[in-house]
C-alpha cells in the first residue's frame, strides 16, 4: 500500500521536473531567453526572440505535452479494459489504424482536415474491433491480444509506409503523420488536438470508478451491481478516442502508453482514481522529454519522439513481458 505521503511527493516532484523540462525545452535551439525574459517577452513587452519562440516551440511543446497526457491515459484505460499490463495502443494496433485514416483524409480531403480526429478515431476503432474480434477463441486470452494486435499494426503500418513511399512523399502532412514528426506543428495543430482532446480526457474521470471495479473478478464486479459489458465498451471507446486524436496530430508512438502507466503505478498505486490524474502528468513530461532528446542529443539534426520512445520502450517491454510469462503466456 502506497503512503498518501509518497503519492503527494511524487505529484509535487513530477509537476517540478515537469516545468524545468519546459523551460529546457523552450530554450533547445539557435534563440535562448532567460526565464525573466520569457515572461517579460509574454506578457509585459514585446521581445522579438520572444515572438520567435512563441511562434516556432510554444505550440510543438504544449501538443508533446497534451499528446503525451492522451496516450498515456488511454494506455491506462486500456490495460483495465483487458486485465492485461502489456496493452498499449500502439502495440494492439490502435494507433497505426488512426493514423492511416488520418493519412487518407490527410491527403485526399484535405478541406476535413478539422475533423482529421473524428476519422482517426474510427480507424482506430476498426483497429480495435478487429484485434478483439480475432483474438477472440472461447474467451480473450492477454497474450493473444498482443499477438494479434502486433500482427494488425504491422499490417496497418506497412499499409501507411506503402503510402507514403507510393506518392513519393509528395504530402508534407502524411509524411508527418507516418513519421510521427511533431517539428512544424502550428497553433492550429494544438487548438485541434485540444477541443477534441479535453473531451476525452474529461470523460476518461467519469469512468474511473468502473475502471477500478473491472480489476475485481467479472462475477464479483456484476454482484455490484456493474454491467461489465457496458463498461468494458463505454471505457474501450474512450480510450481510442484518446489514442486516435493524439494520433492524428503527432501520429503513432509505441509503447508511451506501456512506460507511463507501470511508473505511475509503481509511484502512486493502482487507484484509478489518483492513477489517472498523476498518469496525465507524466505523459506529459514523458513525452515533452522525448521529444526534447531528439532535438538535441544529435543537433543541429532531430530524431522523431516517436523513434526515442521505441529506443527505450523495446527493452521495457521485453522486460515486462518477461516478468509476466507465466501469468500471461497461458
Known amino acids: 500500500m502506497i503512503s498518501r505521503r509518497k503519492k503527494i511527493f511524487s505529484f509535487g516532484i513530477t509537476a517540478v521536473l515537469l516545468v ?3 523551460l529546457f525545452s523552450v530554450n533547445t535551439g539557435s534563440l535562448k531567453v532567460t526565464p525573466l525574459e520569457l515572461f517579460k517577452g509574454l506578457f509585459v513587452a514585446y521581445n522579438e526572440n520572444v515572438a520567435t519562440i512563441f511562434d516556432l516551440r510554444f505550440p510543438r511543446i504544449f501538443i508533446a505535452m497534451f499528446g503525451g497526457a492522451a496516450m498515456a491515459v488511454s ?13 498499449d495502443p500502439g502495440i494492439i494496433g490502435i494507433s497505426s489504424g488512426a493514423s492511416l485514416a ?12 478539422f475533423f482529421t480526429p473524428l476519422f482517426a478515431f474510427l480507424g482506430g476503432m476498426i483497429a480495435f474491433l478487429l484485434v478483439y474480434s480475432l483474438s477472440w477463441k472461447g474467451g480473450l486470452s492477454p497474450l493473444r491480444i498482443i499477438l494479434v494486435g502486433v ?21 508534407s502532412g502524411v509524411a508527418s503523420i507516418v513519421n510521427a514528426n511533431i517539428t512544424m506543428k502550428t497553433w ?3 487548438q485541434t488536438l485540444l477541443l477534441y482532446g479535453v473531451v476525452g480526457l474529461i470523460a476518461s474521470f467519469f469512468v474511473l470508478g468502473q475502471c477500478n471495479l473491472l480489476a475485481l473478478e467479472d462475477k464479483t464486479a456484476r454482484s455490484l451491481g456493474v454491467n461489465v459489458n457496458k463498461s468494458r465498451i463505454v471505457i474501450s471507446v474512450i480510450a481510442v478516442l484518446l489514442a486516435g486524436i493524439s494520433t492524428a496530430v503527432i501520429g503513432p508512438i509505441s509503447f508511451l502508453g506501456l512506460i507511463v502507466p507501470h511508473i505511475a503505478r509503481l ?3 493502482s487507484n484509478h482514481k489518483v492513477l489517472v ?25 532531430e530524431i522523431s519522439a516517436s523513434v526515442i520512445m521505441s529506443v527505450v520502450g523495446g ?16
Not at 494506455?75 to 496493452?87: D, I, R, T
Not at 488520418?102 to 482536415?113: D, E, K, N, R, S
Open 188 to 190: 492550429d495543430d494544438l
Open 151 to 171: 500482427a494488425v499494426n504491422a499490417m496497418f503500418t506497412g499499409l501507411m509506409s506503402a503510402f507514403n513511399s507510393g506518392t513519393g512523399s509528395n504530402y
Open 102 to 113: 488520418a493519412v487518407l483524409i490527410t491527403a485526399f480531403f484535405p478541406a476535413l482536415y
Open 267 to 269: 509511484l502512486v498505486g
Open 315 to 330: 527493452p521495457f517491454f521485453i522486460i515486462l513481458l518477461r516478468r509476466s510469462r507465466q501469468s500471461y503466456g497461458q
Open 20 to 22: 524545468g523540462l519546459f
Open 277 to 301: 490524474p498523476y498518469t496525465i502528468l507524466l505523459g506529459a513530461f514523458t513525452l515533452l522529454l522525448a521529444d526534447t532528446v531528439g532535438r538535441t542529443i544529435a543537433a543541429p539534426y
Open 75 to 87: 494506455g491506462v484505460l486500456l490495460q483495465a479494459v483487458m486485465k492485461n499490463p502489456l496493452a
